[in-house]
């Protein structure tokens, strides 16, 4: 998987242009757990490669990979940081956006936080993340609104799936996939505090508060075997 090394930054210059272009944009934010599932399922690997215009490195692993590898990438993007930034840079200049996962009540509550710190974005619109892929009503309800942006919080690959499917029915709009993060928008859950965040320890910090996620991060040691595998040849 190849990883567009920029610095946060530089990625928001980049969407900036083009979203003011109308340029359709698939932005992925891809962790270790991504990179793992695309190597062992061909569809979402080639979908990524065929349909995602950046990808950033979303997860202190993959930077350690890079560096590894001898790739260094200058730093790690979240999901996360993006869309707030995202939502900064769309309130500024009066921009429309669509939202779309997570259960009713976090979706509503992302959506009335929206409304009040970001007085400036049109809310072209918002459903939960509970439908089938194949509803093709789901995506015509965004296609009629024609947003500038859409962001999904559906998790991956299903997220990937949808937001690639949409793009080629848009005529314009910058499409991520950011998991879990109206969850965090929303104040259901919290964010790691900032020193947690400064020495990279979100994961474990995640980990303590949801212990459920103890078999997600299993895949963690696999992707380091992979990437010093890879590094060896």
Do not use: C
Request: proline share 4%; net charge positive.
């Amino acid at each position: 998987m190849a990883f567009d090394n920029y610095t946060k930054a530089e990625f928001i210059e980049k969407f900036e242009n083009r979203i003011h272009q109308q340029e359709k944009t698939l932005v992925v934010t891809a962790n270790p757990e991504i990179v793992m599932y695309a190597k062992d399922n061909p569809k979402y690997k080639t979908l990524l490669s065929n349909e995602a215009d950046y990808i950033t490195a979303d997860g202190i692993g993959v930077v350690k990979a890079g560096e590894i590898l001898k790739t260094p990438i200058k730093e790690r993007v979240t999901g996360y940081d993006l869309f707030l930034d995202l939502l900064n840079m769309a309130n500024q200049k009066h921009l429309s956006i669509y939202l779309i996962g997570a259960k009713q009540e976090i979706i509503e509550l992302a959506v009335k936080r929206v409304r009040e710190e970001y007085p400036n974005i049109s809310l072209a619109g918002y459903r939960n993340g509970y439908f089938d892929l194949d509803d093709q009503t789901v995506q015509q309800a965004i296609i009629d609104k024609a947003p500038d942006m859409v962001f999904a919080a559906l998790g991956f690959p299903r997220q990937e799936y949808f937001l690639a499917d949409l793009k080629h029915k848009l005529n314009k709009g910058y499409l991520m996939g950011i998991g879990g993060s109206f969850d965090v928008f929303s104040g259901i859950t919290k964010r790691a505090p900032v020193w947690m965040q400064d020495l990279h320890l979100e994961w474990f910090y995640r980990l303590l508060k949801e212990p459920t996620r103890f078999k997600r991060m299993l895949v963690l040691p696999k992707f380091i075997q992979e990437v010093k595998r890879v590094g060896k040849r």
